[in-house]
């Protein structure tokens, strides 16, 4: 059984140490450049400002089906930051496959493994079958017990054990036999409990990003801990991450989508468009009856302006950068450009129903 929390405090942990070293920043030519290295800074750059609107010019020629002007991108990208993001390598990794670039296919996957994710993951992924049979993949596999060593080595284990911890104790009440209704008053403790020591901890690490936790063997979209987070809404007077999140954000702990998604979970409305998509599942519809596979939420011009002046400090793009780029992953599983929440499911019970919730969405027309 899960010890009581209510009286838990944040442990503390050695600070991870880092020795960077300046290095100069080539911000013309990069397109040339085939290294796959990190490199390290002095001074730590604004990733909304010099890493993510980048990646979206990267994402954006992947869905034309430019992929060595994807990678030209992804190059300036990476080499303008110190930690590039495990989802950025992966479809770097996939476009340079595209191009039949081995040598550059390879050196992504590597920089994979260094941020934790692992070979059985990258075994499963039937873009890189083309990879398995060759003798640059035997190296690969032979390589891996010792990038994995190395990914450990920076790992602070304790840390992401504890913040596993929180995500459990959120759970254990509510699926106990009764739940909310039964344990609503320890629940709440709980998330209290929950907040205290999640913020204790983003006070001595930093915000909990890919460099101090890893990616948990597999590029999860959030970690478990965010549900801490999720918890708190505006709605139910809960803590204000908003400037925590923006900061982890400028600071390259956490990527601007996911921001966008739990600022819209704080908020308890879409004021960073992080639901690109709604589909309505009408169960006693018949199939003339049913909506168009994918909608879009009715919204002015003005209201557009609004959420996109919002998105843009955070380093994302326009919303519909965003929705293009969701429209094709839902086409093309071979790439990772969209997320868990980039399309909400309603379920109706009747034609009517679904009349009244269509009232406000129209359909999205593929590009």
Sequence with gaps: MLPNPINSKACAFPALIYSPLLCLLLVLGLGGCTSTKV???????????????????????????????????????????????????????????????????????????????????????????????????????????????????????????DLDELYARDAYFRLAEGGLRVHGDTIRKIETANVENLLAWIEEYGYPGEQLIGVADTLEQLPRFSIVIQRQTKARKGYDFTEILTKAVKEGRLAPQPVAYLLDQQAGKGLYGSKAFVTVNCTRCKEQEKPQRYLVEKMSEEELERINKRRAPLGLEPLDDYKKKVLFGLGNNVFKLNYDWSVVEYKVPSREAASVLLEGLTAAEPE
């Design 39 to 161: 490199p390290e800074f002095e001074v730590m750059p604004d990733y909304a400002e010099v890493y993510h609107p980048l990646i979206n010019v990267a994402e954006l020629n992947i869905v034309r089906g430019e992929y060595a002007d994807a990678l030209s991108a992804y190059k300036q990208a990476f080499a303008s930051v110190p930690t590039p993001f495990a989802r950025d390598y992966y479809n770097a990794a996939v476009s340079a496959v595209q191009l039949q670039d081995e040598k550059q296919a390879f050196g992504y996957l590597e920089q994979l493994v260094l941020k934790g994710v692992s070979l059985p993951y990258l075994e499963r992924q039937q873009v890189f079958d083309s990879l398995r049979t060759t003798k640059a993949w035997k190296k690969f596999e032979r390589q891996y017990p010792k990038n994995r060593s190395k990914f450990e080595e920076t790992l602070n284990k304790e840390l992401r054990a």
